[in-house]
Structure formats: structure tokens, C-alpha cells
């Protein structure tokens, strides 16, 4: 079966500290992955998405990047964070644009 | 820009009554999903509508996706505490590569009060 894992769970970083995100997918092979990053109790906003070993699309411009080194390996990273980089962010997986979205169980970074 | 918009925006209510909540777009959609997340985890995939007009059940909810499949409804027969959460809509606009990308909605906070 298929499952993803995100880590770290929560994270609590000072301004101006590197970043490091890591989400792998088991059980499929070629997903297409995807960071989001979620408000309070709000809906999801895009951050990143790949379809392939290094092919990454950023969809918002910001203090942060994204690389997928590996098939079902997703690395979202930044060399100094702001604080309006704190929220919680969140991680999925999908084959393709009829199929919903497998998310990991996220991570809630603030930053201080 | 293609928006989803979702009402309410919050909804809290007594057990064993019945919500619809919203979902409106001025745009197409392929598809469009509703997922539901509790607080600290990651949203659940509850279903997926692809064909205007359609209607799907799961238990005591219902989705509709609209004929010019640019709006959807989750309604929600006899609450109960357990549906508490947030319910997240999303679409993959027509025309989208296959890319999988999807846009979601403001969400709407259910409280199911005892």
C-alpha cells in the first residue's frame, strides 16, 4: 500500500536559520508531489509541485525552495527563514489530475 | 485567477441536525474533491466528483457536483460530534495539464456541538 511520511513533525527555528522539510512516498512509483503551506484553520495554498526527478514549478514567488532528488523523495528547504514563513506545511502525493491527493500528516514550523 | 469559494466560512450546530455547506467558482472544473481535516493533521480525501450533475453518498454525506461543474455541495444528514473538522473543497481547472494541481477553497470550520 502506499503511504507518505513527513517529518519533522514541528519545528521551531530562529529568524534567519536554514530550513530543511523532507516528505518520501512508499508503494507507487512516479507520483506527482506537491508542498502546501496552510493558514490557521484556512484553506491550502500552493507552494511547490513536481511531476519528475528534478522538475520543480514554484507557484508563488517567496523565501523558499523546493527540490525532489529522488522518484518519491520532496525537500523543501530556505537559507534564512522570516518569520512570515511560520504555518504549517504540508506535503502529498497524486498520479494524476483525476485523483485526489494523499497528504502527509504535515509540519507545524514557527519561526522566532 | 480561479477561485473556489467556500460558505460559510463557519458553521456550529447541534447534533442530529442537517448542514449543506457551499462551494462556488466562476470557473470550470475537470473535477472536484472535499476532504476534511482535523486540527495538527493533514486533510482526508473524501471524495471525488468528475461528471456535471453528479451525486455521490458516503454514509450521511452527500456531494453534488453542478451541471456546468462549476459548483458543489456537501450535504451532512444528522450531524454528529464525530463530523467535527474542517472541510476543505478543491478543483482541477479545465484545461490544467495533467499535473494533477489542485485549487482549494477557504474551507468551512464544523462545530458539532453534544
Known amino acids: 500500500s502506499q503511504t507518505i511520511h513527513q517529518w519533522p513533525a514541528t519545528l521551531v527555528q530562529p529568524v534567519g536559520s536554514p530550513l530543511s522539510l523532507e516528505c518520501t512516498v512508499e508503494g507507487t512509483s512516479n507520483p506527482n508531489l506537491y508542498w502546501y503551506r496552510q493558514a490557521a484553520g484556512r484553506g491550502l495554498q500552493l507552494l511547490f509541485y513536481s511531476v519528475g526527478i528534478g522538475q520543480i514549478s514554484s507557484e508563488v514567488p517567496q523565501n523558499l525552495s523546493a527540490s525532489r532528488p529522488q522518484d518519491r523523495q520532496f525537500i523543501l528547504s530556505s537559507k534564512k527563514l522570516l518569520l512570515s514563513d511560520s504555518g504549517f506545511y504540508l506535503c502529498?502525493?497524486?498520479?494524476?489530475?483525476?485523483?485526489?491527493?494523499?497528504f502527509g500528516s504535515g509540519t507545524r514550523l514557527t519561526v522566532v | 485567477t480561479q477561485l473556489l469559494e467556500q460558505s460559510p466560512q463557519f458553521l456550529s450546530i447541534q447534533e442530529g441536525e442537517n448542514l449543506t455547506v457551499y462551494c462556488n467558482s466562476s470557473s470550470v472544473f475537470s473535477s472536484l474533491q472535499w476532504y476534511r481535516q482535523e486540527p495538527g493533521e493533514g486533510p482526508v480525501l473524501l471524495v471525488t466528483?468528475?461528471?456535471?450533475?453528479e451525486v455521490k453518498k458516503l454514509k450521511r454525506l452527500t456531494f453534488q457536483f453542478g451541471d456546468a461543474r462549476k459548483d458543489s455541495s456537501l450535504h451532512i444528514t444528522a450531524a454528529q460530534t464525530g463530523d467535527t473538522g474542517l472541510y476543505l473543497c478543491?478543483?482541477?481547472?479545465?484545461?490544467?495539464?495533467?499535473?494533477?494541481?489542485?485549487?482549494f477553497g477557504q474551507g468551512t470550520t464544523l462545530q458539532v456541538k453534544p
Open positions: 478543491a478543483g482541477v481547472p479545465q484545461g490544467s495539464s495533467n499535473t494533477g494541481k489542485l485549487i
Open positions: 466528483v468528475v461528471t456535471g450533475g
Open positions: 502529498a502525493w497524486n498520479i494524476g489530475r483525476f485523483y485526489g491527493y494523499t
